[in-house]
């Protein structure tokens, strides 16, 4: 078993507020971070895949068919956009990093056909990041 | 659905790796430069892993507030800008980054019950790094 790893950047704005807590709780629980104007991160996503080695080719999967489906996926969707006005997965769901690393990996999981995800890692700051394995 | 959550964190400290029961070239020899009678120092960069399920209604593991308090209360303040050696941690072991790993791990595991404590990571320099998940 062999694991690749490849990483893509892109930029969106979120803010974190739970209509069914009040305004006081939603300032005590998620601090600027709820500010219904919004702010944005730099986001560093590593996807990692794992798989046996295939012999004719040497690749544990085809690197242009992974960023293809990262393009279509995940920047298409995700990079420069409004986390709670654009992407639907936060209609109704706070786009946390642990919520968002979990999006990506749904939004991967049900396209890759060529290799298994292993990782979905999300850096939201240089200094927090969240790994999601698939584990329920 | 269960996620890790990785917090970084840098802090400064000296130490100098030296056992007494040793003679002076035997603690030359193991310890080499790191044996220097006057110590020396390191930026440490310690990263902190916990899990756990994310809240359906905060989209969290933790609240990142509460981790950040406890990890600058019981680790930051304890060692930024200390000599290790001095450390009560350190009084009856070699200050090492892999003993401080221990360390580290063990405060927080006494001291932080908001997810599961999986790992403690910490970087000595560009170069070296060490983890202790507990056992």
New interface residues.
């Given amino acids: 078993m062999v694991y690749l790893t490849r990483k893509c950047e892109f930029s969106a704005s979120h803010y ?1 507020h ?1 209509p ?2 009040t305004e006081e709780d939603n300032r005590r ?3 600027k971070c709820a500010n219904l104007n919004g702010h944005g991160h730099n986001y560093t996503l590593e996807v990692t895949v794992k798989g046996s080695v295939d012999p004719k080719t040497g690749f544990v999967v085809d690197l242009k068919q992974l960023k293809d489906i990262l393009d279509r996926e995940v920047m298409d969707a995700l990079d420069h956009r409004h986390l709670n006005k654009e992407v639907p997965e936060f209609a109704h ?7 968002l ?2 999006a990506i990996w749904k939004r991967l999981e049900s396209h890759l056909k060529i290799a298994m995800l292993h990782r979905v890692r999300l850096y939201e700051l ?8 698939g ?2 | ?9 840098i802090f400064s400290a000296s130490h100098r790796l030296h056992r007494d029961d040793l003679s002076e070239a035997e603690n030359l020899d193991v310890y080499g430069k790191c044996n220097n009678p006057h110590g020396h120092g390191h930026n440490y960069a310690l990263e902190v ?1 916990v899990s756990g399920q ?1 809240d ?6 933790c ?3 509460d981790l950040d308090s406890t990890v600058q209360q019981k680790i930051l303040a304890r060692f930024d800008h200390m000599n290790l050696n001095l450390s009560p941690e350190f009084a009856a072991q070699v200050p090492t980054t892999e003993n401080l790993s221990v360390a580290i791990f063990d405060i927080l595991k006494q001291n932080f019950s908001a997810a599961h404590l999986e790992k403690v990571r910490l970087e000595e320099t560009g170069k070296n790094s060490f983890e202790y998940c507990g056992n």
């Fill in positions: 974190y739970n069914e807590f629980i998620f601090g769901q706070i786009p946390t990093t642990e919520n690393a979990i240089p200094d927090l990041f969240v790994d999601f394995y584990e329920p | 659905m269960k996620a890790h959550l990785t917090r970084r964190y892993t994310v359906p209604r905060t989209g969290m593991v609240n990142l507030v």
